[in-house]
């Protein structure tokens, strides 16, 4: 099983990411994204630093997603990663433009053809507002300069891009405004039985309210 969870920065990918690794036995595999040395003078003046940043972004995740998934798929283990290579792409369409653009789009889909896709990827949604919320609430020092504007933005270009089918892969949409996994338990639980659910594995209990496309 391999279950690639994504959404909106702020959203609680890598939350989710690590609250359901005992339950399904599995490896986690975490972004690197902080080790970016273009990434806190992006968020301050996004046209200067944005191809330089995207590069890195997508040969970093090409690095880790090459060398790490088919090992631990190889091993039999299961597998939940909080982000996809693919959804890379979806940055690089709000931040460059032009040649950058074009050049960008050659290099990702020349490396994405060795990167093994998901079983099912799992889609948070949240309002803009409930975003910036979480994204205060953590603090990260580099994600203090960001704008609502570009989380507004990245939240559309989100819906956008996990409204058409993606890669052949299941998508389930979870609405996380009203969630919080890591002070109720229970909603956790709904989670992870909807994950279940789509991919057929046992115990679960059918039809609970969440939406999957």
Do not use: C
């Given at each position: 099983m391999y279950?690639?969870?994504?959404?909106?920065i702020g959203?609680?990918?890598t939350?989710?990411?690590?609250m359901?690794?005992?339950a399904?036995?599995?490896?986690v595999l975490?972004?690197?994204?902080?080790?970016?040395p273009f990434?806190s003078?992006f968020y301050?003046?996004?046209?200067?630093?944005?191809?330089?940043t995207q590069?890195?972004?997508?040969?970093s995740r090409?690095?880790?997603q090459?060398?790490m998934?088919?090992?631990?798929?190889?091993s039999?283990?299961?597998?939940?990663?909080d982000y996809?290579?693919?959804?890379?792409a979806?940055?690089?369409?709000i931040?460059?433009?032009?040649?950058?653009?074009d050049m960008?789009?050659?290099?990702?889909?020349?490396?994405g053809?060795k990167?093994?896709?998901?079983?099912l990827?799992?889609y948070?949604?949240?309002?803009t507002?409930?975003?910036?919320?979480r994204?205060?609430?953590?603090d990260?020092?580099?994600?203090?300069q960001m704008?609502r504007?570009?989380?507004?933005?990245?939240n559309h270009?989100y819906?956008?891009?996990?409204?058409?089918p993606?890669?052949?892969?299941?998508i389930?949409?979870?609405?996380?405004?009203?969630l919080d996994?890591i002070?109720?338990?229970?909603?956790l639980k709904?989670?992870e039985n909807r994950i279940?659910e789509t991919l057929?594995?046992?115990p679960?209990?059918p039809?609970?309210p969440?939406?999957?496309?």
């Amino acid at each position: 099983m391999y279950v690639a969870i994504e959404g909106v920065i702020g959203v609680g990918k890598t939350t989710l990411a690590r609250m359901l690794q005992q339950a399904f036995d599995a490896e986690v595999l975490l972004e690197i994204f902080e080790e970016n040395p273009f990434l806190s003078g992006f968020y301050g003046d996004r046209e200067r630093y944005a191809f330089q940043t995207q590069i890195f972004f997508l040969l970093s995740r090409y690095r880790q997603q090459n060398s790490m998934v088919p090992n631990i798929l190889s091993s039999g283990k299961n597998l939940i990663s909080d982000y996809t290579f693919a959804k890379d792409a979806l940055f690089a369409g709000i931040n460059l433009k032009g040649d950058e653009l074009d050049m960008y789009h050659k290099v990702h889909e020349a490396l994405g053809e060795k990167i093994p896709k998901p079983d099912l990827l799992v889609y948070l949604q949240a309002s803009t507002d409930t975003l910036m919320q979480r994204i205060a609430f953590r603090d990260r020092s580099y994600e203090r300069q960001m704008e609502r504007s570009y989380i507004d933005e990245l939240n559309h270009a989100y819906e956008d891009f996990f409204s058409k089918p993606f890669d052949h892969t299941p998508i389930l949409k979870i609405d996380s405004n009203e969630l919080d996994i890591i002070h109720n338990h229970e909603h956790l639980k709904l989670i992870e039985n909807r994950i279940r659910e789509t991919l057929g594995l046992p115990p679960f209990q059918p039809a609970l309210p969440f939406t999957q496309s």
